[in-house]
T-cell receptor
Framework: GENVEQHPSTLSVQEGDSAVIKCTYS??????FPWYKQELGKGPQLIID?????GEKKDQRIAVTLNKTAKHFSLHITETQPEDSAVYFC??????????????FGQGTILTVHP | ETGVTQTPRHLVMGMTNKKSLKCEQH?????MYWYKQSAKKPLELMFV???????ENNSVPSRFSPECPNSSHLFLHLHTLQPEDSALYLC???????????FGPGTRLTVL
């Protein structure tokens, strides 16, 4: 089955700096890579995702890059703000066709943005 | 608001108790999921239902019993749990073909 490794487990940055979280996956057939943000007391919320037919996707201060050959993908947050502080999870799945998208999650990264 | 609600939000139970967790989604999705989230571990998929039919049981002990009466509701019945079952239990839903899952806020379960 799929195995997803996520690093670092904790990340501390100053407000305004950039933050990068990296994940690797094992199943070359995986084609859908979402990133979730989980704030204290809440369930994970999808913040951005990427499919294997593109190499990069941006949404304002958030971007995700995918390297299919190396089987790794990364989350980039620019101009970080204190409200970006949360736990971030990457995930991978085979989506589409008859699949309902079983996600395999990484271990999570605790991001702390200091004012 | 994600459109996925869970009740109760917090639950404390003894090892001999029987309780149930409830999940409801208002998104018109066809697939629903139960996950277990323990400290310092990845989210663990427990069960998957697609069009009310269970399609995945990820080697979950029988003391956890899921029920999906319709595509909008999902239950997790609990009995004779162990302290190591204490965790945050998350429900999610998605469209049949998609990988985009929407999560509820979770139920924080403590087993004494």
């Amino acid at each position: 089955g799929e195995n997803v490794e996520q690093h670092p487990s904790t990340l501390s940055v100053q407000e305004g700096d950039s933050a990068v979280i990296k994940c690797t996956y094992s199943d070359s057939a995986s084609n859908y890579f979402p990133w979730y943000k989980q704030e204290l007391g809440k369930g994970p919320q999808l913040i951005i995702d990427i499919r294997s037919n593109v190499g990069e996707k941006k949404d304002q201060r958030i971007a995700v890059t995918l390297n299919k050959t190396a089987k790794h993908f990364s989350l980039h947050i620019t101009e970080t703000q204190p409200e970006d502080s949360a736990v971030y999870f990457c995930a991978a799945s085979r989506a589409g066709g008859t699949s309902y998208g079983k996600l395999t999650f990484g271990q999570g990264t605790i991001l702390t943005v200091h004012p | 608001e994600t459109g996925v609600t869970q009740t109760p939000r917090h639950l404390v139970m003894g090892m001999t108790n029987k309780k149930s967790l409830k999940c409801e989604q208002h998104l018109g999705h066809n697939a629903m999921y139960w996950y277990k989230q323990s400290a310092k571990k990845p989210l663990e998929l427990m069960f998957v239902y697609n069009f009310k039919e269970q399609t995945e049981n990820n080697s979950v002990p029988s003391r956890f019993s899921p029920e999906c009466p319709n595509s909008s509701h999902l239950f997790l019945h609990l009995h004779t749990l162990q302290p190591e079952d204490s965790a945050l239990y998350l429900c999610a839903s998605s469209q049949e073909e998609g990988g985009e899952q929407f999560f509820g806020p979770g139920t924080r379960l403590t087993v004494l």
